[in-house]
Every structure is written in structure tokens, then in C-alpha cells.
């Protein structure tokens, strides 16, 4: 009998699903037996991403139709809102699955704060409360013993990772932290939708959601919890004409340290770490330095406005964004090796 776990992926049809399945389909302890679909359901997985021709992969189905009794994880790659439902139910009558979940409706802790941003109440109350926070990095422990996971949006990820170990260490002033980031399309799904049309994000740079994307709460809540206050960033999005691919500049101010601390705290924080590498000093951290990998670079800039910092974090959407940082979390959750199938080098150019 095979030792392998098996999981089972929600959403296969769309782009953070046909991620997790890239990944799984090479991983040594993981056996991909169930994919859902919702309009593609009954198509082969290979019809849908022929770049899977050389996989023999269970058909898409609905969800409703898998044998969730056999599955030891599920992988979430649904539109935020549906997820709380479908979990919900999975849960219920399956409640030893470990769940995976890479859309947003479990990561925000303050049923309050999900509704303002959401627009509804959360409809699986309990579940919010017990979902556990799946930045690797920072939650590790409680990772390992949680059974549902919620792995943060690709932006969240890119910020957190370089702003929380300088607000942990007070080197920064929290209440003065401005966010400029960059995604390439496929942060938007596969869906078709005109501003992602290659004549539209072909040839241009589009801010959207100014001042009003639901990653900011996403990013303060976990700033928050470094700080130990409460804290409002300013966090400006923008699609660029990429596929794959996301970079945050964040500016800071500094709390009488120099930008030479800010990348010994970094450097101090990810000394053990597999995924994050902090750049040497002069190095620019680039999109093409991770594509297709499961890490994050990081890089410090001195400001020549005294007392500022620029700090810049790149990583893959599709990989430590989401379906990458998912399997790591997955690693922990069932013992295996952290690393376990998520070693591939960035594909460069
Ligand atoms: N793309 C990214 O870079 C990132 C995305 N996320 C989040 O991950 C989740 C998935 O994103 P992404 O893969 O880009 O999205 P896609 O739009 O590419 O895929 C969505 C998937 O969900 C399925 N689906 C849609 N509606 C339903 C429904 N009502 N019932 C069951 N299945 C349904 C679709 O099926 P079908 O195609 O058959 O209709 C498809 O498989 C989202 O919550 C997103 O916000 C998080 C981090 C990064
Ligand atoms: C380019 C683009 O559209 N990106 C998405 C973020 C993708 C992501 O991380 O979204 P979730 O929080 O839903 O997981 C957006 O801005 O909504």
C-alpha cells in the first residue's frame, strides 16, 4: 500500500489549483486523487492544461462528487465566499481532512473586519475562529498542528515577509509604511475578465484598488500582531504585463536605526530559513530570481531622505503566493520535510 498522502484539489481549473498540481504531481510523499471543477467539470485535467499531457490525473469533477473518505488533505483554490461553504461542509462530515485553503475567507481573524471587507458575514463562524494564519514563516508551530490553514494572498505574503521582523524589532515606524506592489496577470485568475485581456494589460502599468484593496487589513492585522498596536498602511496595487510574478516596495521610516540594521534583522530572522533569502547589500531583488520557485528575496535600499528605507520583496504568485506556500504548510502539517517538493531553482530568464 502506498505511504503517500492523498490529497485532493479544489478549483484544479484554475491557475492556483493547476499550480498545486504541477508541484504535487512531483512531490515524493503526496498522490493526487481527486480535482474539482465547476464549469469545467467532466473534462480531463489534460484537455483544460495541456501542459499536463505527461500526467495521468483523476477527471475534473464538482465537488459534491468526491469521495472526501479517502483524502488525508484538500487544497482550496476556490473564489473567496464560495470556500467557506464548500469547506464547511467537507468538514462536517469528514472532520480529520487537513484543509489547505488559498483563497481569503479564513485569514482575516475579526469577523467584523471580514465583513466590512467582504461585504457579508462569514457563514462558517467556528471554522474562522479556528483557521490558523499560513505565512510559514511566522506561524510555523502552529502550522504543524493545525487542520485548517489559511495560506495568505501573494501580497500579503511579499509585505509581511519583509516589514514584520523589522516592526517586531521596533526599527520601524509602523504608522508610516507605504506599500507600492506589482502583480503579474495571473494573480487574477483565469477567468476571463477585460482589464486581464492582453490588449488591455499588454502594454501598461494599471493601478487598481486604490486605497481600497482587502489585502491592506490583511497586512495590518498581521503588522498588528508584530508591533503589538494597531496599525493603517497604505498599500497600492498594480497589474503589470507579466504572467507570473509580484514585487513589493515598501517605503519605511526608521526608528533611529539604519538601513545596515534593517537587513542584519532580516538576515537574523531568515538565518534557518529554506524559502527567504535576504540579498546582500547592492543586490535588487527581481521577479525573474524566483519565477516558478517557492522563495522570497529581499532586498534594503538606503533612502537619500534621511531617516527612510526601502525595502523589496519578490516572489511567484502562483507558488509561495499560494499553491507553494500551501504544500509547505502541508509539509509541516503531516511531518514530512519542509522542503519536500518545493526545490526547484527560479526559471531565468
Ligand atoms: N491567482 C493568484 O495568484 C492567487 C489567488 N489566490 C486565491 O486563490 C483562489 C483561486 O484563485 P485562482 O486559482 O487564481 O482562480 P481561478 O479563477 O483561476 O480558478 C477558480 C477555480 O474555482 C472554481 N470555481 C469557481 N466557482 C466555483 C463554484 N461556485 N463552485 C466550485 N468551484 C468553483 C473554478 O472552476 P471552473 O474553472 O471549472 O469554473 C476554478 O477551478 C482565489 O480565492 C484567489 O483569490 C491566492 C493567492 C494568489
Ligand atoms: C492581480 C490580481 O488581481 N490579484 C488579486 C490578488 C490575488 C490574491 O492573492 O488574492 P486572494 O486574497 O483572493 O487570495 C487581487 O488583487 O485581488
Not at 471543477?37 to 495521468?56: Q, R, S
Not at 495560506?151 to 509604511?177: E, R
Not at 536605526?257 to 538576515?267: I, K
Request: aromatic share 6%; charged share 20%.
Amino acid at each position: 500500500m502506498s505511504s503517500k498522502k492523498k490529497v485532493g484539489i479544489l478549483g484544479a481549473s484554475g491557475y492556483t489549483g493547476a499550480d498545486a498540481v504541477r508541484l504535487l504531481a512531483r512531490h515524493p510523499n503526496a498522490e493526487i486523487t481527486a480535482l474539482t471543477a465547476n464549469t469545467h467539470a467532466g473534462k480531463a485535467m489534460g484537455d483544460v492544461f495541456p501542459h499536463f499531457f505527461m500526467l495521468d490525473l483523476p477527471k475534473l469533477v464538482e465537488w459534491e462528487k468526491v469521495d472526501w473518505t479517502s483524502l488525508d488533505a484538500v487544497f482550496c483554490g476556490l473564489p473567496h465566499g464560495t470556500t467557506q461553504e464548500i469547506i464547511a461542509a467537507v468538514l462536517k462530515d469528514n472532520p480529520k481532512i487537513k484543509v489547505l485553503d488559498m483563497s481569503a475567507d479564513f485569514r482575516l481573524r475579526n469577523k467584523d473586519t471580514y465583513a466590512q471587507w467582504y461585504g457579508h458575514e462569514h457563514r462558517a463562524l467556528e471554522l474562522q475562529g479556528e483557521a490558523v494564519y499560513g505565512l510559514t514563516e511566522l506561524y510555523r508551530e502552529k502550522i504543524t498542528s493545525a487542520r485548517l490553514v489559511a495560506c495568505p494572498g501573494c501580497y500579503p505574503t511579499a509585505a509581511l515577509l519583509a516589514l514584520v521582523p523589522l516592526a517586531k524589532a521596533k526599527l520601524i515606524d509602523v504608522d508610516d509604511i507605504v506599500i507600492d506592489a506589482k502583480s503579474g496577470v495571473t494573480g487574477a485568475g483565469r477567468g476571463l475578465k477585460q482589464n486581464t485581456l492582453f490588449s488591455e494589460a499588454g502594454e501598461g502599468l494599471s493601478p487598481y484598488s486604490v486605497g481600497t484593496h482587502r489585502h491592506a487589513p490583511e497586512i495590518e492585522q498581521e503588522i498588528g500582531v508584530a508591533a503589538g498596536s494597531a496599525v493603517t498602511i497604505n498599500f497600492t496595487p498594480h497589474l503589470i504585463p507579466m504572467a507570473r510574478g509580484e514585487l513589493c516596495t515598501s517605503y519605511v521610516k526608521l526608528n533611529g536605526a539604519t538601513p545596515d540594521d534593517l537587513r542584519t534583522a532580516l538576515e537574523k530572522a531568515y538565518a534557518n530559513e529554506p524559502f527567504v533569502h535576504v540579498a546582500r547589500k547592492g543586490v535588487l531583488p527581481q521577479t525573474q530570481n524566483v519565477r516558478g520557485s517557492n522563495y522570497v528575496q529581499i532586498g534594503v535600499i538606503a533612502d537619500r531622505i534621511k531617516n527612510r528605507a526601502i525595502v523589496i520583496s519578490t516572489l511567484d504568485n502562483l507558488v509561495k503566493g499560494s499553491a507553494g506556500q500551501a504544500i509547505q504548510n502541508m509539509n509541516l502539517m503531516f511531518g514530512l520535510p519542509e522542503t519536500a517538493g518545493l526545490e526547484q531553482i527560479a526559471l531565468f530568464p
